[in-house]
């Protein structure tokens, strides 16, 4: 999966957005009082305007990890 020509905006944008939906997925959590759940998916929207970052600064794939 790793590959070093990839389509870095494109990978930036999809992270970008994925990040949004979660947002959105978050506040329905939390307005239905899963507040676990909303916790959660709080902590992976986080992480994944992160992960936007490290590809644009470092022009590379993130880790698969989660600790950023």
Excluded at 8 to 16: A, G, M, N, Y
Excluded at 31 to 53: D, Q, T
């Amino acid at each position: 999966m790793i590959n070093d020509k990839f389509n870095k905006d494109k990978l930036i944008r999809h992270w970008l957005e994925s990040a949004e939906e979660d947002y959105q997925t978050m506040l329905a959590m939390f307005s239905a009082k899963r507040f676990s759940w909303s916790l959660f998916v709080g902590h992976l929207m986080i992480e994944k305007p992160l992960k936007a970052l490290f590809i644009k600064r470092k022009s590379k794939y993130p880790p698969f990890i989660h600790n950023l």
